[in-house]
């Protein structure tokens, strides 16, 4: 049981250090997410059709924007946020 573990642990440090040497050419991709501009919109959606969006109201647009720069000024949401189990 014991080389099985080892075994294991240094399959999982290998893929630790493959993660980190792919990084040069795995672009840093940006996280998108979706934001309301009504006055109200107070939180930011990984999901376009969350339906926390559905209540951007008519005179709002929906727009996408990157995670940094949502996170200054908006919260996540807390359904489309919420805690996965
Ligand atoms: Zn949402």
Redesign the pocket.
Known sequence: MKAVSIILLSLFLSSFAVGNNSKEFVQKKKEEVFICTGKGAK?Y???RK????NKCGENADIVKKTLDEAKKEYRA?????KVKK
């Open positions: 939180c959606h990984n999901n969350c339906w926390g969006l949401c807390k359904i489309c946020y």
